[in-house]
T-cell receptor, first 117, second 111 residues
Framework: DAGVIQSPRHEVTEMGQEVTLRCKPI?????LFWYRQTMMRGLELLIY????????DSGMPEDRFSAKMPNASFSTLKIQPSEPRDSAVYFC???????????????FGDGTRLSIL | GDSVTQMEGPVTLSEEAFLTINCTYT??????LFWYVQYPGEGLQLLLK?????DKGSNKGFEATYRKETTSFHLEKGSVQVSDSAVYFC??????????FGDGTTLTVKP
């Protein structure tokens, strides 16, 4: 079975440019999560969706960040304009919501390594 | 809000040594608890989980027991291998479906 698919795997761009990261969750999963990982701050939850609806976006750093989930099989995380401090590995994860939704693990993609010059 | 505190690393052990990585949590209600492992250049992978008090999760020789009285979920392995070298994350998931992760503990096993 295909896992969570993220694209691109690597992105290098200049400060001020728009960056769009993409994620395809595992088919049938109800929840989708976006995380950012850096050495300094560890793994941070940015936003998560349930049935395509954003539930908690309190981790989104600022207005330059936005995330959408137009359908059950696709999500984007956009940064506009990008800044060097946005450089990090961005992970997407998805999970089922069976049994109340709390006992299902998350399945992570391999991440997008983003470098803003 | 919810929080997870992990033993600080890095941890360096010799092959066949005993491993313990401590994890404690703070959460309302009855969260599910997880250990994930991350290898270089990859995403996190589920290692084991426990969904209620006194449950023991186990996988690949690793074990952790959900201790509600001490709000802990310590990871143990009796004999580590070089291939266990990775970063280990303790996590909880609350009733709203939101997950909280610890800071991760880097384990290096030397032959």
């Amino acid at each position: 079975d295909a896992g969570v698919i993220q694209s691109p795997r690597h992105e290098v761009t200049e400060m001020g440019q728009e960056v769009t990261l993409r994620c395809k969750p595992i088919s049938g999963h109800d929840y989708l999560f976006w995380y950012r990982q850096t050495m300094m701050r560890g793994l941070e939850l940015l936003i998560y969706f349930n049935n395509n609806v954003p539930i908690d976006d309190s981790g989104m750093p600022e207005d330059r960040f936005s995330a959408k989930m137009p359908n059950a099989s696709f999500s984007t995380l956009k940064i506009q304009p990008s800044e060097p401090r946005d450089s990090a590995v961005y992970f997407c994860a998805s999970s089922l919501a069976a049994g109340g939704g709390t006992n299902q693990p998350q399945h992570f993609g391999d991440g997008t390594r983003l470098s803003i010059l | 809000g919810d929080s997870v505190t992990q033993m600080e690393g890095p941890v360096t052990l010799s092959e066949e040594a005993f491993l313990t990585i401590n994890c404690t949590y703070t959460a309302t209600g009855y969260p599910s608890l997880f250990w994930y492992v991350q290898y270089p250049g990859e995403g996190l992978q589920l290692l084991l989980k426990a969904t209620k008090a006194d449950d023991k999760g186990s996988n690949k020789g690793f074990e952790a027991t959900y201790r509600k009285e001490t709000t802990s979920f310590h990871l143990e392995k009796g004999s580590v291998q070089v291939s266990d070298s990775a970063v280990y994350f303790c996590a909880l998931r609350n009733n709203a479906g939101k997950s909280t992760f610890g800071d991760g503990t880097t384990l290096t096993v030397k032959p």
